[in-house]
Structure formats: structure tokens, C-alpha cells
């Protein structure tokens, strides 16, 4: 697949604000936190399906828990509603519980939030992320993020639940 934007420098974790790189190759990625938890994704997945959301025990997630995202994907129409947010996640971008993401989404340079999960549910693999960011609540900053958006699916095929860990540089 081809990513969204043309490969550039990595972001830095001084902040300094590279190109935005969103793609399906997790080289895309300079952060081992949320590559690790791209590994831990990977081996919840049964041979040729999706994991279910009961696949990730929170037993198993405990040093990501503070960085994780989980969105309930809702259909007709399409939207995400989130569930889970971790608190290293609500002290920097507030606490989105129970939102919609068309009201409170992340928007990057590669494209908003909404069309990251969107794309995350029609093509049922991880979307990586790395690069400059901005949020709906707080529009006057700009966070330098490496980030991972995992599919879920109680059949195994269908997303019903996107699952994201997120590392601010």
C-alpha cells in the first residue's frame, strides 16, 4: 500500500516538527513504545483474522495502558465513539470519553482522525503515524506524535473496535 504522504525525516524528540508520515509499514515509526505495542497487537491475531477486543487483556497491556486509545466503530453512518482514553493521552489532549470523533477529532497533517479510522476500518490492518499533530480542543498547539491504530474484530473480520497507542516526542 502507499503511504499518505511522501516519506520524510522523522520527528525529533526535541519537538522540532518534521514532515507528518502515515503509512502500513511500522518503519515508519522511531518510537519503540508504540512499537512495541504493535507487537503485542500482532500476537493476539489469530492466523488470518483480526483480534478481538477481549484478545487484548489488560494484564498484558500494563505499561501501555496510559497510552492507549480504544474507539467503538459505529456504522450507519459511520462514526467512532471513544471508549478508553489513557491518562497520559487526557493530560494532553483532554478527556474525549464518550465522544464522537466528528466533534473532538484529531486532526494531522496527513488527514483528520476521522479519516484515519476510517481508513483503518475499510482496509482492516494498522495505520502508523509519526510527525506534527494538532487536536480539535487545543487548535493552538501543535504535538509531535509517533502513533498506531490497531483493527479489532470480534469476527475476526469485521472492525468493530479501533485500538490505538499513542507516544507524544
Known amino acids: 500500500m ?12 526535541s519537538g ?28 493476539r491475531c489469530p492466523p488470518g ?34 471508549r478508553i482514553i489513557g491518562e497520559e493521552v487526557i493530560a494532553l489532549l483532554g478527556n474525549m470519553t464518550g465522544k464522537r470523533v466528528g466533534g473532538s477529532a484529531m486532526i494531522n497533517l496527513a488527514g483528520s482522525a476521522y ?9 482492516r490492518v494498522p495505520q502508523f503515524l509519526e510527525g506534527p499533530a494538532i487536536t480539535a ?10 502513533r498506531v491504530h490497531c483493527p479489532l474484530a470480534e469476527d475476526g473480520q469485521t472492525v468493530d473496535h479501533i485500538i490505538s497507542c499513542v507516544a507524544f516526542l
Request: proline share 9%.
Open 2 to 13: 502507499t503511504e499518505a504522504s511522501p516519506p520524510g525525516p522523522p520527528a525529533t524528540a
Open 16 to 43: 522540532a516538527v518534521g514532515q507528518t508520515r502515515t503509512g502500513t509499514d511500522p518503519a515508519i515509526l522511531t518510537n519503540q513504545h508504540v512499537l512495541d505495542f504493535y507487537d503485542l497487537w500482532l500476537s
Open 49 to 82: 483474522c483480526l483480534p478481538a477486543k477481549a484478545a487484548m487483556d489488560p494484564l498484558l497491556m500494563g505499561r501501555f495502558l496510559s497510552t492507549l486509545l480504544l474507539l467503538k466503530v459505529h456504522r450507519d453512518p459511520l462514526d467512532f465513539e471513544y
Open 115 to 123: 479519516a484515519n479510522y476510517s481508513w483503518v476500518v475499510e482496509h
Open 137 to 146: 480542543f487545543r487548535k493552538e498547539r501543535t504535538y509531535v506524535m509517533s
